[in-house]
């Protein structure tokens, strides 16, 4: 049976886990212990699982009637961003063309995308790389849309909070490499 890179790549991870998890007395994990994980068609001998992120955003209630969000193959073949995974969550009414025009806006196309949502309050949090602003101060109006979607999305909130992890010189210092930040 030959593997794709994606699952040696995991199982290879896993038996690095077990092992390092038995050297410090640690119980290894158990396939259907977690609500994260699926017992596999194949590797089951080995007690694998894999994490579906299809049944996580299921879990959170993305792509119901009454979410806001919606799930996208886009990435299916990594072409919008190739480190991102195949299965992305946005809000429902951006389409997947308006996601390949944000993904030029963004550094290594990391599009803003649903992390987690809170099922009850809807409260979001999204992940994306730094804008493609540079000393010049280029916008996207699409890119501007999203994030204007993503405020709309949640009926409880009065606007979003953008958080920058890197250092705020570091974010600076970026858009004399075509970078910067949200304003």
Known sequence: VTMSPELVRLCQFHEKTVAQMRAQSCEAPRGNDSPYLEAPAEADSKGLGYFSMEAD??????????????????????LLCSTYP?????PKIITDEDLFEIAKFRSKQRIPVLTWINPDTQAAIVRCAQPLVGLAAHHSDADENLFKTIARSNPCASGILVADARPYANAIANKGRKGGFED
């Open 57 to 78: 955003f299921s879990r959170m209630g993305v792509g119901t009637r009454e979410s806001n969000w919606r799930l996208t193959r886009a990435n299916e073949t990594f």
């Open 86 to 90: 195949r299965l992305l969550a946005t």
